[in-house]
């Protein structure tokens, strides 16, 4: 019991101390490791078997698109980065150098890959010659640098792991499509495997990506109230196209420009599955993208049949497709439970000797606890039943909640008033100059996160939050990771 | 049909220059593609979705053993590299140095990772403790660059991918079992799901990993007689445990070192697949680690119920757990069969309005073309035993092609008549003195290969083929990628 307690005691309370909170589930689910190497950080099995997941699941809807699988190098010399003129200022002062090959200087240094448009445009153009060669709808799966001054685990460090997808197409419109197409794919993601809601919207031009004629955002709402960009997806237009020369001739023999886009997702998906979802317990995982779905827990494990009849439960679990685990370390059941609660699994079973005497078990899920006693032959079955639910009532809970924690302002004075003391989105009207988002950035370290895609327009007689004048748009705002 | 030909007349033939005959059908099967990054590589999706299927295959086989996934920084401070005397001076001559992070002069220089030891054991270092927390079982699925001056697609680049395992042992006898477990799971692989008959073996004193106290390796013949290391299995002893002070408590409360061993395999072997496959119509793949295994090229398909057939057989194939396509563009299909031959698909069925009045259709093998017509219900069921009999011929070929090209040597004179006239693999006793191994590499650009798990001690008269005295091992001798 001793040692039960010093577990649980060990987490800083969610609700007194957020950032804290967020260090100790990390480092105490063992999602992350250290090593020497300043600002990148290392993925333990239990975080990587997390990224796994996304993957692997995002792959498989991607390839449903006909998304292809490539790989690039990661390094990119310094006159290709500098093809297209917004996109390297925005990246060119937080890239890493590499100046020394083996032992001899670099005639020019090249950049470990912050992402990679310009290599792609360098493939591009290469490679499209007629509109036979399009669409080229690529992907890749891969590690970025981007050389962060303060990290967070998950959440911003100088290297981690992403997909970033890049496309060429035949006409504006169909790059549009794709565009939009993706940033659906991402939103239904998060909120159907995730179980995390998400605002769907356009950045505002001060705070697309670097390059971009248009950038799209899914934005989700995080327990503290923050805001976290979870995906962005890129329409490029012809930008990019023009200024590495990627050129095809049409089928009416005329040359033409292709129009781009490029679309990602990060491992960031893990630090907003923990903060949307993990409570003082520690992590709580979706059963979606759990790992280990289910942990059986024999109690009293050296008891006659108890360790066989966790075997057969387990076994009965795995045949109906539920990832599951026994936990027969010689620790105490309390003990396990709360080592359980801290690492996410959705779901335990426990069995011992009574409720075999009376063929039962008893299932617990992690997100409420509740507990389920169904006999013993029925427990896949009301297992699978029971993590459905579950997964279903997690996304309705980070809804509500982020409902709740949606704001209106009409004026400056309540906008001001709400961001300083009610964390969450403020939907505000917005009268389209920078000069208002700077205002307000600078004043209340609020940025407008993103113009949702259904309805955005501002009605007639709206204005703006912050000037007063005609107002253009209705903006997301708020405190952002 | 002057198309036809102008396809099948570029391609090099293999026993003209091998070399050349390479590099055409990794251009023309468009396994990789080229930017402005020399030295670096491209994977395309013909590649890249080879590479996918190889690694999907390896992590499930390293799953059942208790393999669990990471991922470290791509990074390595010089200091931590320096920590072990002969791993340093073994990969510092060959790898990219980071010294610039954003505008700033970084304090200490980092490289590019070469290999990983140095990471794993700063990490060991910190997370082990106690004998509950051995073994550690990790791999990592990633890319490493080693600074290359010549380089080839896939044998030899800049940056390459691979997955490296590192673990970390209680004893000397579980490090050593596995070493050769993850020797013996590669062979297996290269055996069975490549077609890959290989040589498992131990490198030599000369040939051995930097750092390592013995090194493991299979070897494969290529199809112009040089071989190709295709794995390697590494015991590291406590070498590098006393290097980096990884220490733990054992049960009887004394503080011990860590055994520690690592295995890696690479996009080599997507090299070796088409070095040992291949043949003068291009690619050649392994049914099993195709990404696409059957095409049906429709015949005359504008033509009435043809294309609607050609689904119909698709949907039979796909639910027969075959990855198939159909090739419906306005090629002809003489083009058609000559472009899927390059690309090495297992396995054509063709199908047009007088197999429809038949009720028939013809499936075609790639590596030998031997024709099967069969009924239309029985397309599934025979092209899957067509493709299960193609994986074996093609293994039972690529072996007797080894054996045909293994040679054995007595006397110095024989052994350099066999290096000079016939390519393959030479068996020769050695004494075990590397001034031998020197002698012959400086003479005749031959290699010690390996000394063959199986019976590579030398009988009581056998004497070394290079200095006459008395010989100690079996050895594989050979030249190499």
Known sequence: MAQDKKLVESITSRDVDFAQWYTDVVKKAELTGYTSVKGCMVFKPAGYAIWENIRNELDRRFKETGVENVYLPMFIPESLL????????????EVA???????????????VRPTSETLFCDLYQKDIHSYRDLPKVYNQWCSVVRWEKTTRPFLRSREFLWQEGHTAHATAEEAQERTIQMLHLYADFLEDFLAIPVVRGRKTDKEKFAGAEATYTIEALMHDGQALQSGTSHNFGDGFARAFGIQY?????????????????????IGAIIMVHGDDSGLVLPPKVAPTQCVIVPIRQ????????????????????????IDDTDRSPGWKFADQEMRGFPMRIEIGPKDIENDVCVLVRRDNREKTEVRIEDAAQAAAALLEQEQKDMYERALAFREAH??????????????????????????????????????????????????????????????GRKAKKLVYWGKAY
Chains 1, 2 share one sequence.
């Open 82 to 93: 500098e093809k297209e003129k917004d996109h390297v200022e925005g990246f060119a002062p």
């Open 97 to 111: 150098w590499v100046t020394m090959g083996g032992l001899t200087q670099l005639q020019e240094r090249m950049c």
């Open 249 to 269: 001739t049409a089928k009416d023999n005329t040359l033409q420009y292709v129009h781009q886009t490029s679309w990602g997702m990060t491992t960031r998906l």
């Open 302 to 325: 050296k008891a006659e049949g108890v360790m066989e009849k966790a075997e057969e439960i387990a076994a009965a679990l795995k045949a109906a497709g539920i990832r599951v685990k």
């Open 406 to 467: 949606t704001y209106e302002a009409a004026d400056y004075e309540s906008f001001a008033e709400i961001s300083r003391t009610k964390p969450g989105f403020i939907k505000a009207y917005w009268c389209g100059d920078v000069a208002c988002e700077d205002k307000i950035k600078a004043d209340l370290s609020v940025t407008s996160r993103c113009m949702p895609m259904n309805g955005s327009e501002a009605p007639e007689d709206a204005v703006c939050v912050c000037c």
